[in-house]
């Protein structure tokens, strides 16, 4: 077996072949970080609600914005979404309510509210039939109160939730 020789690189040509190269890597470098590939995420609809999980055989949404103070009630958001992607990169940022400590004095009580806190979940949620869901679950101790969520959704705000948890007679 005899080997030959190519020469590859004329002088001509060694510019045009860089050119090239540095072209095939900047394609390389945008394909594996997802810059070129990514579609757009387009919003339909976004409700917020409550999950009725009586019936073992379907899961039932209805949209409120108060929410029953009762342990158990399972509450969250179903939102729309039109794009190509498999999955979605979503950000929950939580504004939970103010907790009050009640502190005896010569005159009676007073109160004094803590200041508010927030809580922030990442996942990611695979669309099912064009949708993505977020649900919770009212736990025991959780405070009544007007709270606060917004969704964000490969990095832009895709809903925003004002709601009430309080007791219902």
């Not at 020469?7 to 594996?32: G, Q, R, T």
């Not at 029953?68 to 498999?86: A, C, M, S, T």
Request: hydrophobic share 40%.
């Amino acid at each position: 077996v005899r080997c030959r020789k190519w020469k590859v690189f004329k002088s001509e040509n060694n510019a045009m072949l860089k050119d090239l190269i540095k072209s095939l890597a900047w394609l390389v470098v945008l394909l594996c970080s997802g810059g070129v590939v990514a579609a757009p995420v387009e919003i339909v609809r976004a409700e917020f609600g409550i999950f009725d999980v009586s019936n073992p055989r379907e899961t039932l949404f209805e949209p409120t914005r108060i929410i029953p103070h009762r342990v158990g009630v399972r509450y969250g958001w179903i939102i729309e979404v039109r794009g190509g992607r498999r999955s979605l990169s979503v950000r929950e940022e939580y504004l939970l309510p103010s907790t009050a400590s009640t502190v005896p004095t010569k005159e009676g009580a007073i109160v004094i509210p803590f200041e508010r806190r927030s809580q922030v979940s990442q996942r990611q949620l695979v669309p099912q039939e064009g949708r993505i869901f977020g649900e919770w679950e009212i736990g025991p101790g959780e405070p009544p109160g007007r709270r606060h969520l917004q969704v964000v959704i490969e990095g832009e705000v895709a809903a925003s939730f004002e709601y009430d948890v309080r007791a219902l007679k």
